[in-house]
């Protein structure tokens, strides 16, 4: 019996950027019960494609998107890979040191507040996010801590104007990769209609960080990856 | 024996609206050895021409000033006066439950991510913004608890990212803005050069809550009031 069959619907604002781990979050809250908002934000990050992603998903899921931009802010961030332009994409897997340059600072609080302001005017329930364990070594905003002290912190900001029993979703945050894929699989993620890599190009390059997650979560999940990749061709 | 003899400068990104507080706090915040960087912050508020008195405040300060636009945040919120056109802007006084419409949901916390999003490229040492007692009633985001709940996330959010010794300043947490105009009346404060009201016309209306607010304040601190205000002409 799920969610849906025992309580009425309640609402969230998921903050999705058309990757895997969003939209696996997006389809799986819909099946819990929750009319979905799917807020995209375009942040100066070199990877935008990602939001077409997002905005199809929002139109399969008949799901309200909306997408707000904010990308003054990823223009004044020196040294990121993800939004200068100076800093190349490494190749590598997340827990390279390497990967820190792929950092943005501070960007799920900033993604989650705009989502949190979003949800207080509109009397939303909860907003989500996807982090995941393997986000841990690399990105502090994806950690338990981060995600406990966030709650809080939303907690006492909108004191009084939160809806009854709010919550900050990230029912992913010590799940694998590989967890997702397989959750994402049992509920019909398409997952070809998803981006996950950090460089922006015409196809997934196979190499960056988030593609080389990307393949091995497959793998470990023993599930099939439709991604057609630079490096490889299609898998 | 002030700061600036002791110490190394520092640097400080200031939320500033160019209002009267935040103005202060920049002027206060140079006098005290901080380098100092001004953040302003076009989130669609009706009252937008503070910007530009802010523009003049880091030009004569000999600020860099930094300008983001996040207007689509505002156009998103419903019912809040602030950006809200159809929702008129109250007179009255901050302890009124009429004044509620003016709150931005979430806004302190998004400005201040903002804030630490620079700051942490940057490697500056701080933020700061104005937040006061009068404040209080009204904005759960310019309470002491809010204050305390963002240092907490801030700190796990950017662990390992954060210049050493990181602060989110407010220094005029318990003060009241009687208080803020004395110190600004001493740090030599042109207020004249201020914006504080809400209705963003020609001239500060003297009648919404922020305007009630800063003629009290000039009128309990003791200090001239240079500020023309539509209902009474000049003061």
Redesign the interface.
């Known amino acids: 019996m799920t969610r849906a069959d025992q309580a009425p619907r309640r609402d969230v604002v998921v903050v999705a950027s058309g990757g895997l781990d969003s939209t696996t979050l997006a389809y799986w809250l819909g099946t819990e019960g929750w009319n979905l908002t799917l807020l995209g934000v375009d942040y100066g990050q070199r990877h935008c494609t990602e939001l077409s992603f997002l905005k199809r998903t929002a139109a399969v899921l008949k799901a309200p998107y ?5 990308s ?2 990823g223009k ?5 890979a993800l939004t200068d332009e100076r800093v190349d994409v490494p190749a590598g897997t997340y827990t390279d040191p390497s990967m820190k340059v792929t ?8 993604l989650l ?2 989502a ?3 949800a ?3 009397r939303a329930e909860a907003v989500a996010f996807g982090a995941h364990s393997g986000d841990h070594p690399i990105y ?2 994806c ?1 338990p ?2 995600v406990k ?2 709650a ?10 939160l809806a009854d029993g709010f919550e900050v979703l990230a029912p992913f945050l010590n799940w694998t990769k590989a967890d997702i894929v397989r959750l994402g699989a049992e509920v019909g993620v398409p997952f070809s209609d998803t981006w996950s890599c950090y460089r922006g190009g015409p196809r997934h390059c196979g190499e960056c960080g988030t593609c080389t997650e990307r393949k091995e979560a497959f793998v470990l999940a023993g599930v099939g990856d439709p991604t057609e990749y630079i490096d490889s061709g299609q898998d």
């Open positions: 909306v997408q707000l931009e904010i003054d802010f004044r961030l020196a040294g990121t950092v943005v600072p501070h960007r799920n609080a900033l507040d705009l949190v302001g979003v207080v005017s509109t502090p905003d950690r801590e981060f002290a966030y809080q912190m939303v907690a006492v900001s909108n004191e009084g104007f």
